[in-house]
């Protein structure tokens, strides 16, 4: 049985880069992002604080690609206008 990855939120100290899975509040369907360590996980445009992250897959990252990546920073996840951020209905 596949063990349950934790769930983060807006706001948490992100502890492992990787690919984390970003579950929204009802106004789009979940999709991936890339997050670094040391940073903080982003809030949405639309719904704020009221969406959460899971990782799906850490990458570690050579440390001169991370020198690099310290000063890329995601502060907010956009509002995308294609059929994956279609409201969800129920």
């Given at each position: ?85 279609e409201p969800i209905t129920g």
């Amino acid at each position: 049985m596949e063990k349950q990855q934790p769930i983060f939120r807006t706001g948490e100290r992100i502890n492992r880069s990787g690919i984390y899975k970003v579950i929204h509040r009802k106004h789009r369907l979940p999709h991936e992002v890339t997050l670094m360590r040391d940073q903080v996980f982003p809030r949405c445009a639309k719904c704020q604080d009221q969406v959460e992250f899971q990782l799906v897959r850490s990458v570690e990252l050579p440390e001169r690609e991370n020198e690099f990546s310290a000063r890329i920073h995601l502060y907010e996840l956009p509002v995308l206008d294609d059929a994956a951020g279609e409201p969800i209905t129920g």
